[in-house]
């Protein structure tokens, strides 16, 4: 096995790179660089969740929905709904849904002032 080498700060709490699980993880070394790897292409899957809900209107979009239409598993996206949530990028549609294995669901939309158009 080979192991490669990996740069780490020597404070990794005070690394740059925001991470919506910092408090949970309580700043672990193993999630800090995972968030280093990760960093650069969250803006771009933030970006998709956004277009796609949009993409349902005042309906929303549930992690699950989302997890379906991308084939990705749930918590390989929910921390992007997390950070959107969190940013005020989406909020609670209102209402829930079943997810496939008929849990349920939280569905967001994007807020109507951010420029969220009604399919109703």
Not at 38 to 50: D, P
Not at 64 to 93: C, M, Q, W
Request: glycine share 10%; with cysteine.
């Amino acid at each position: 096995m080979v192991v490669m080498p990996v740069y780490a700060p020597k404070d990794l709490t005070s690394a740059p790179l925001d991470d919506i699980c910092r408090e949970k993880h309580g700043g672990n070394t193993y999630s800090e660089l995972a968030n280093i790897q990760a960093h650069e292409g969250k803006q771009r899957r933030r970006e998709a969740v956004l277009d796609f809900i949009r993409s349902q209107g005042t309906y929303g979009a549930t992690v699950d929905e989302y997890s379906a239409f991308t084939g990705l598993a749930p918590n390989v996206v929910s921390g992007r709904f997390t950070e959107l949530k969190k940013t005020g990028h989406i909020e609670p549609a209102g209402h829930e849904r079943r997810t496939r294995l008929g849990s349920l669901a939280a569905a967001w939309r994007i807020p109507l002032e951010k420029g969220q158009l009604s399919l109703l």
